[in-house]
């Protein structure tokens, strides 16, 4: 099969991820190429390593449970608790969160952030990987989008995770390297490039909306860079054959605790697909699609 399957990023939206290769698995559709960017790159990794989405979720409600995923702090940007004091001081906190990356690089501690991908991959490999796998990150010193094929994945899915101003950048050699969203946050072209034919990318994101007319030069500024953002996401997509698109766009980027809502939301989604997803893994289509290429070119 050439089927490749692109994974996006998104935070704990893409969990859903999860759900979504559960349901291929279970119609016997397996993709022989991954491609992940930022959490797409963790749910990727562990999926290629193992070849199967068995213990998967175990997996992932394992890692969210420990001691080095508290860690990291991420509840400090997000909580469903009802109590309005510990809501309001998420508020708090992430309005001035910027402001403190003045004096520090990330919100997550660099011992903390190498523990936690360390505990997930240790010493394994690209080679070590049942599926052909690949993650990218930006690099930005030189501004290029780094594809990794080989090496540690540890340091790749790192790499591919780093969200500026959230976890340190990994750093090798003379590479400085953050989440491969930055740059490319469908991994469509990296997945093509890695061998795939047809693609089937998992798209997180939904069309911005805001409430009224923008009363600021900031607010101004943040709608335009929602908007760039996603039209720039809707010529990546317009590459693949299939997008399925989990119903995810609500949930907090740090709401790691609604696991099990995320996941299913990608098994809905999947579910809704499949159809389309056993079209595009036919031959038929790939000769159909090969001849409208050439009538158009």
Not at 105 to 132: N, P, W
Not at 155 to 184: M, N, Q, T, Y
């Amino acid at each position: 099969m050439s089927l490749g399957i692109a994974l996006g990023g998104g935070g704990a939206k893409g969990l859903a991820h999860i759900g979504v290769l559960e349901v291929l698995e279970e119609h016997g559709i397996k993709p022989a190429y991954v491609a992940g960017t930022s959490i797409g790159s963790v749910v990727g990794a562990i999926y290629c390593l193992q070849g199967t989405t068995k213990g998967l979720r175990d997996k992932a409600k394992q890692m969210i449970a420990s001691e080095e995923f508290r860690d990291l702090e991420l509840d400090k940007f997000y909580t469903d608790a009802e109590n309005i004091l510990e809501r309001f001081k998420n508020e708090v906190f992430e309005k001035f969160f910027l402001g403190s990356l003045l004096f520090k690089k990330s919100h997550s501690k660099y011992e903390a952030t190498k523990k936690i991908f360390s505990d997930m991959f240790g010493t394994r490999e690209f080679q070590d990987c049942v599926l052909r796998f690949t993650c990218n990150a930006l690099d930005i010193l030189s501004g290029e989008e780094i594809k990794f094929t080989e090496g540690s994945l540890s340091h790749a899915v790192w790499s591919s995770c780093a969200i500026p101003g959230i976890f340190p950048p990994f750093i090798k050699d003379e590479r400085l390297f953050v989440d491969g969203g930055v740059i490319d946050n469908i991994p469509v072209q990296p997945v093509l490039d890695l061998g795939a034919r047809n693609v089937l990318a998992v798209y997180l994101s939904k069309r911005p909306q805001f409430q009224g007319k923008p009363s600021t030069g900031f607010q101004i500024n943040q709608r335009s860079y929602f908007f760039m953002k996603y039209h720039l996401d809707q010529r990546v997509l317009a590459q693949a054959d299939l997008v399925i698109r989990p119903k995810v766009a609500e949930f907090h980027w740090a709401d790691f605790r609604s696991i099990d809502v995320l996941i299913e939301r990608g098994r809905v989604a999947a579910t809704g697909s499949i159809e389309a997803v056993k079209r595009i893994s036919t031959r038929r289509y790939r000769f159909k699609r090969y001849l409208r290429r050439l009538v158009s070119s």
